[in-house]
């Protein structure tokens, strides 16, 4: 089985400064890794993905995430924030092999402050 | 329209009603989800169907009923709901159930059973 852990429920940042959401996961089988992104009112919209090959993966928005098995951690990165960032950011794993089954974290909710 | 859309976005109703959540993809795809997001708590997937055929059923209440006529159209029928099932509904999508693939969401149905 797997399950995530994102241990910031909230962080509260600044406009223009770097911000980093943290995600662990754990699991006795390879996994494929994801953040989505959810703004008010709308469902979750994927940011980047992680499958194979290069660990620092690069999504949209200019959000960046990497990879690291031995700490079992796919960290959200984000060297500067906008206020439209201000969003719930949710990771989740599933397993690479067989089932469709993405297990969810319980969401980290970034605050940009002017 | 493009993408999936999911009607109606609120939805007030007494524990003795019987209604309906309907979710539309204009996206080709072949797996179609509903997911349950309670405040606080991670995702929770419910079910899952590929190719119009239900693949999971994730120990949902009898009270929730799923169809999928089509692989373009996904219901959720609702009847003799509790207190506790009151909160956001996602339907979601994918190319097929092979979780590589992204999951593309709806804005969801905000559910209130009073």
């Known amino acids: 089985a797997q399950s995530v852990t994102q241990l910031d429920s909230q962080v509260p940042v600044f406009e223009e400064a770097p911000v980093e959401l943290r995600c662990n996961y754990s699991?006795?089988?390879?996994?494929?890794l994801f953040w989505y992104v959810q703004y008010p009112n709308q469902g979750l919209q994927l940011l980047l993905k992680?499958?194979?090959?290069?660990?620092l993966v690069k999504g949209i928005n200019g959000f960046e995430a990497e990879f690291n098995k031995s700490q079992t951690s796919f960290h959200l990165r984000k060297p500067s924030v906008h206020i439209s960032d201000t969003a719930e950011y949710f990771c989740?794993?599933?397993?690479?092999?067989?089932?469709?089954?993405?297990?969810f974290g319980t969401g980290t909710r970034l605050k940009v402050l002017a | 329209e493009t993408g999936v859309t999911q009607t109606p976005r609120h939805l007030v109703m007494g524990m003795t009603n019987k209604k309906s959540l309907k979710c539309e993809q204009h996206l080709g795809h072949n797996a179609m989800y509903w997911y349950k997001q309670s405040a606080k708590k991670p995702l929770e997937l419910m079910f899952v169907?590929?190719?119009?055929?239900?693949?999971e059923n994730n120990s949902v209440p009898s009270r929730f009923s799923p169809e999928c006529p089509n692989s373009s159209h996904l219901f959720l029928h609702l009847h003799t709901l509790q207190p506790e099932d009151s909160a956001l509904y996602l339907c979601a999508s994918s190319l097929t159930t092979e979780p590589a693939y992204e999951q593309y969401f709806g804005p969801g149905t905000r559910l209130t059973v009073t």
């Open positions: 989740a794993v599933a397993p690479s092999s067989g089932t469709y089954k993405y297990i």
């Open positions: 992680y499958l194979s090959g290069s660990t």
């Open positions: 169907y590929s190719l119009e055929e239900r693949v």
């Open positions: 699991s006795s089988v390879s996994v494929y």
